[in-house]
């Protein structure tokens, strides 16, 4: 049986509707269940196809567990059985329908209707596998998650001033009057009746999340508040309150700490470029000379992000850092002629001899004239080739140079100079040369190019 991956477009994009839509289930429901209320309506059915659809997708999708990936459906449903599967069948079985339909929307039948509930905790798995799949930044993943809780905690809050009494179910709209009247020569007092108005359910609802966001947010404005001769409202109202004060107390003291680790990598980058700017003023660099500086550490952070490829690849075990290194260089090495079908054990020691270099616009990759003693592989912009002070060609992404002086050891015959910023891989010669005298069939391949360039060069 052939399952979905865990970490497929579809799941992640299950996830992602997961998230809002157990918000939605979990606050309806309750809020149903609250006022006594059972609508099996179309969003209803809807939200019922969505809980067994998550059902179904765990029996059907590889799962990580310990770190390892289990792709077999016993394993995958074994799993599932002893994590989330319980909570999941109880969300997708409608007790809703089955309390409408026999009438049984109270009593010891809406603990049944409560265990779907439990569903909204998944929540917190879902986040932490989004996190593995898009490796977002941990600070905003928890920010996520905080956000999520708040709003349940806010209508859960809101649900409890309802159920304690403190959310008025009805609006004197016009206030009872009392006057004095003359009738039939005597002076008497006539009271009117105030006229009330009855609030709906989700009007009492909605005056009950304004109290607990005053409340909660330490506002306060004091319009609603509990009843004086209310013991259960007066203690309601004292915790969450200190619910509120805690809350705010957490907000405010993280906050400094989400603003520097939201992105870790530009506060570092922020910092060296500081450095590298007080230098430049100590040394009294030339402002020309400092412009270019900037603009080189502008487009690291645009390209690179202030990552280093040395430092990332160093952290690798040797042989995943080769399986990343013949990754990045697979084209460039399938373009340059000299490369092209070497085996693997020939190609996997050839990209640890790499160095990478960045040229700015207008600088001079190699010089007309100059001893060769490296090539070049342009792996990101372009260049144009200098004959004296005549362009004779251009070069893109991919393309080799500088490999027939580095042969030779002649003096190069043409300068190149970078159009846009270029990235470019360099091999010196003494690399160049150990790779010729360990593998013969690369040195007869480079001695067959050379004479079938020097050939073409006589019949030129």
Known sequence: MTLIRHDSRLRLFWGLALIPGNLIFGT???????????HTDWFYWLMQVVMWADLGMDFVTTRKHRRVVLTDFKSVALCYMKGWMVVDLLAAIPFEYIAERTGMTEGWFTIFRVLPLLKTFKVSTVL?????????????????????????????????????????GEIDETPSKTVWVIREGRVEQETTPA????????????RAAYWTVTTVGTIGYGDY??????????????????????????????????????????AAFVRHTGEVNEFMRLKSLP??????????????????????????????????????????????????E????????????????????????GDFIIRQGEFGDCMYFLSNGNAEVLVGDHKVATLGAGSPFGEMALISGDKRTASIRAVTYCDVYCLQRGAFERLRSRYPEFDARVVQIMEERANSNKKG
């Open 128 to 168: 932490s596998d989004l996190q593995d799949h898009l490796h977002l930044n941990p600070a905003m993943m928890r920010l996520t998650s905080f956000g999520y809780w708040v709003m349940q905690g806010l209508h859960a809050i809101s649900l409890g001033w309802v159920w304690v009494g403190g959310s008025p």
């Open 195 to 206: 006229v009330t108005r009855k609030f709906t359910s989700f009007e009492v609802y909605l």
């Open 287 to 336: 402002l020309e000379i400092q412009q270019r500086v900037r603009e080189y550490y502008d487009y690291l952070w645009e390209t690179r992000h202030n990552i280093s490829d040395t430092k990332v690849l160093g952290d690798l075990p040797n042989s995943l850092s080769l399986d990343v290194l013949i990754f990045l260089n697979r084209e460039i090495l399938q373009k340059v």
């Open 28 to 38: 309806v429901l309750s809020y149903h269940i609250l006022f006594g209320m059972t």
């Open 338 to 361: 000299f490369f092209k079908n070497a085996n693997e054990i020939f190609i996997r020691e050839i990209v640890k001899m790499f160095t990478t270099e960045v040229f700015l616009p």
């Open 225 to 266: 508040s509990p009843s004086k001769d209310n013991n259960l409202q007066i203690t309601y109202a004292m915790l969450v309150e200190l619910v509120g004060v805690s809350v705010y107390g957490f907000v405010v003291g993280n906050i400094p700490g989400l603003i520097a680790n939201r992105d870790a990598a530009k």
